[in-house]
């Protein structure tokens, strides 16, 4: 019988080979997504939390929960947990974690801290005392002193605070998941790879139905939407993960469970479509759906909004205007989106869109009544990622009634291996020789 510790944010369970207990973080609106994904990859006793789930399993299932869930931040294996009414109890009850066993004297190290509702109130100064802790105790044990890693770190410990309770953990990521590694350029003010994965699985969209970003700044929308409908794991392109550098990394099981993720990597029937008004960002976007082998299943042009004319009658589009800050100063923010209204009702009849924004007075002069308002936060900005439904009537939409191109043509051998061949030589052409 396992036994259940609880905190305030999540259930820590008493350790054993099979079952240990982890939290999984993501963006506040996005949990509920992240639990789903979490037990479709066979994860126990998940728990919806603050902006994260709490979960159970085994090593495995910890090196899948890194791989597979696209909505993750990051995926922690808290070690410890204990009231912190000060820094001094804070620093007492670090040193009761053996620290030489989680990792070596030769190891760099760093800590983040979290604080929320606790009279501890800063949290550099958490991170600081706990620092504090581990450095003195392998002086203590070896008579040396690990060192602290800037950046890339061999190993990441989380110390989160809440109500005065604290958990500490091993950051089993390292740096943030939203770091997919597809990424080699970013136009200003990139949307995070995390919540545009979020709000891809939030609007239901699997591949039925073709998908546009008709504002897609350097793409992190489409690739997102790439990778899911061809069931590409969320951590395909990254090389790292700092569970790699525990004492008890498994090489073999770690090759097992990317393998047999990527065998499921399977070519999409839909098309999807990516532009944007700005040169500069198309090519910056070109460059990343080509780092990523990514560059012949999104059809990417310089287009503005009002001259996109979609082939088929239905479809989705999902996309990110600007929220304002800028272009209200020159007047421009309102007209933006009454623009948008605009397109929506007369070029994508029998469409849906789904549009993200913080600011909720000038999405009024898009003229449409949502059918959906989502909270969720774009970083520390409060969005709503608001539904529109165009429902044909008997106003008709103006559509190119011309053949639909094939997106893919008569492609030879599996989905996986045609991706695979594709990142290692771009200008390779699927189809007949």
């Known amino acids: 019988m396992l036994k259940h510790y609880f905190c305030t944010d999540f259930i820590i369970m008493e350790q054993n080979e099979n079952s240990q207990s982890f939290m999984a973080k993501t963006f506040a609106g996005l949990e509920e997504i992240l639990a789903e994904e979490l037990k479709n990859i066979g994860a126990g006793n998940v728990r919806v939390i603050n902006r994260g789930v709490s979960f159970t399993g085994d090593t495995e299932l910890m090196y899948k929960a890194n791989y597979l869930c696209h909505t993750a931040l990051r995926i922690l294996k808290p070690v410890a947990a204990f009231k912190a009414d000060d820094d001094e109890q804070l620093y007492a009850e670090a040193m009761k974690i ?32 706990t620092k504090d802790a581990i450095v003195d105790q392998f002086r203590e044990v070896t008579g040396k002193r ?10 990441y410990i ?31 003010a990139p949307i995070n790879e995390v919540l545009a994965a979020g709000m891809i699985k939030l609007t239901g969209w699997k591949g039925e139905k073709d998908f546009y970003d008709p504002m897609c700044g350097s793409g992190t929308i489409p690739m997102e939407a790439a990778m899911q409908v061809q ?12 569970f790699m550098n525990w004492a008890d990394y498994d090489s073999e ?44 299943d999104i059809a990417v042009k310089v287009a503005y909004f009002d001259s996109l004319k979609p082939k088929d009658k239905k479809g989705i589009l999902v996309f990110n205007p600007p ?28 469409f849906e869109a789904w549009i993200i924004t913080s600011n ?43 053949p639909r191109k094939k997106t893919y043509g008569n492609r030879t051998g599996t989905g996986r291996d045609n991706f695979k061949n594709r990142r290692k030589n771009p200008e390779r052409k699927f189809g007949k020789k």
């Not at 690990?146 to 190993?155: E, F, N, Q, R, S």
């Not at 069931?231 to 700092?242: E, L, T, V």
Request: charged share 30%; aromatic share 12%.
């Open 360 to 402: 909720y007075e000038a999405a009024k002069f898009i003229g449409l009544r949502p059918s959906a308002r989502i909270q969720l936060f774009n970083g520390p900005i409060e969005t709503r990622f608001i539904k529109y439904e165009m429902y044909e009537g008997s106003k008709k939409g103006k559509y190119d009634d011309s």
């Open 253 to 296: 099981l770690w090759e097992k469970v990317k393998n047999e993720a990527d065998l499921a990597i399977e070519e999409a029937d839909c098309s999807i479509f990516a532009s944007d008004r700005s040169a500069k960002a198309i090519g910056i976007a070109k460059r990343n759906l080509r780092n990523a082998g990514l560059h012949k």
């Open 231 to 242: 069931h590409i794991p969320a951590g395909y392109y990254r090389k790292q993960f700092a």
């Open 146 to 155: 690990p060192w602290v890693g800037k950046t890339d770190a061999d190993i």
């Open 323 to 350: 929220y304002g800050k800028r272009m209200e100063e020159r007047g421009e923010i309102v007209r933006l989106y009454k623009g948008i209204g605009d397109v929506l009702k007369n070029n994508f009849i029998g």
């Open 158 to 188: 989380d110390v989160h605070i809440s109500h005065d309770m604290c958990t500490i953990s091993l950051d089993s990521s390292g740096e943030s998941l939203h770091k997919r590694g597809y990424r080699i350029a970013a136009d200003k």
């Open 98 to 129: 053996h620290w030489p066993d989680i990792f070596r004297i030769d190891q760099t190290f760093t800590v983040n801290g979290n604080v929320f509702h606790s009279k501890l109130t800063h949290s550099q100064y958490v991170a600081l005392r």
